[in-house]
């Protein structure tokens, strides 16, 4: 429950996402949940969602990106207060990981964090390390399954590839791999990276925010989703 952890400023013009204020509201891989590694237990800114995604020319190596099924109504794109989506069932994502291991993140009774990443993004890289060690060392939410979803890759971009950056930086949780089009992302109403979507055991969204989070912060809103 360490370090400091900064806002989000908006997207610079070519779409990528610039430190700044963060924005706010009030699977079949097993997830890897507290009490297995000892816990277990995705700047904001009007970011044009296109500009995000891989086109359809930039072919990604094998596993890179992969098909995603979503069921479910999108939600609202995540924007001022009070959030559009809050209450609504999050769509269920339906895909596989870096290794084709299936990965579902679906209504099953568990409330979730599900974060979303760009490998290019910088406060993507400075969040995974703090994240990885918060849930590898014992402190990750009891009862709370954790994923990721590597999102917005882009070939030419830095940090490439996102699956040798999740293994480099020790990611244990289930990592979702969207497509090229961003599918996933752009289901859950993202607005930039990191995104964080929250649900309660229903599937119901109970907070989403774009932007690093302290850890304390983070902690506060999944007892809120333990309690909903």
């Known amino acids: ?110 409330p979730k964090v599900v974060v979303f990443l760009a490998h290019w993004c910088p406060h993507c890289q400075r969040e995974v390390p703090r994240l990885a060690a918060w849930l590898r060392g014992g402190r990750g939410p009891l009862g709370v399954d954790v994923y990721a979803v590597a999102s917005a890759t882009k070939r030419e971009a830095p940090n490439y590839p996102p699956s040798a950056w999740l293994k480099r930086e020790g990611w244990p949780a289930p990592v979702l791999v969207d497509d090229e089009k961003g599918a996933a992302a752009m289901a859950v109403g993202l607005s930039g990276y990191p995104f964080f979507v929250l649900v309660d055991r229903a599937g119901t969204v109970v907070h989403r925010h774009s932007g690093e989070t302290s850890i304390p912060e983070l902690e506060r809103l999944i007892a809120r989703v333990r309690g909903a």
């Open 1 to 110: 429950m360490r370090g400091r952890w900064h806002g989000l400023e908006r997207s610079d013009s070519d779409g990528r996402p610039s430190p700044g204020p963060r924005r706010r509201s009030g699977p079949r891989r097993q997830p890897i949940r507290a009490g297995a590694l000892g816990v277990i237990g995705l700047v904001a800114g009007a970011a044009i969602l296109s500009g995000l995604f891989t086109t359809a020319g930039d072919a990604q190596p094998p596993g890179e990106t992969r098909p995603v099924e979503v069921s479910g109504a999108p939600l609202p794109q995540l924007g001022p207060e009070p959030d559009p989506g809050v209450g609504r069932p999050m769509p269920e994502l339906r895909g596989t990981a870096f290794d084709g291991q299936p990965v579902r993140i679906i209504r099953d009774g568990k």
